[in-house]
């Protein structure tokens, strides 16, 4: 199974930027449909994004299209996650997942979950 391991959170202003990154290990990184989770204080872990293997589709969460991308480089087994024009209600702890299937938002799809980074946007 792969281990993933998210790093790249912290403190932004509303309207600031933050990348997080995914470094996975695994013997079939390439095959993963990968996402992105989060979960904000007192409430259940909602879907982000997420991203083929190939990295040819992807999909977003309404409360983040336009604002956030998710991107994947294979030949160094690493998932990211650009995000832009950073709301309050963006902070929360940020979840890579990591699943061998179809792409979907469904947290009980996924086989495999980081420890999660930490995401504080202040107003």
């Known amino acids: 199974q792969a281990q993933l391991v998210e790093s790249g959170g912290g403190l932004a202003q509303a309207g600031g930027s933050l990348r997080l990154s995914c470094a996975a290990s695994g013997r079939t990184f390439r095959s993963y449909t990968m996402s992105w989770f989060r979960q904000a204080p007192g409430k259940e872990r909602e879907f982000v994004a997420a991203i083929s293997w190939s990295g040819g589709v992807t999909l977003y969460a309404d409360s983040v299209k336009g604002r956030f991308t998710i991107s994947r480089d294979n030949a160094k087994n690493m998932v990211y996650l650009q995000m832009n024009s950073l709301k309050p209600e963006d902070t929360a702890v940020y979840y890579c997942?990591?699943?061998?299937?179809?792409?979907?938002?469904?947290?009980?799809?996924?086989?495999?979950w980081g420890q999660g980074t930490q995401v504080t946007v202040s107003s």
């Open positions: 997942a990591a699943r061998l299937g179809r792409l979907t938002t469904h947290m009980g799809e996924y086989d495999d």
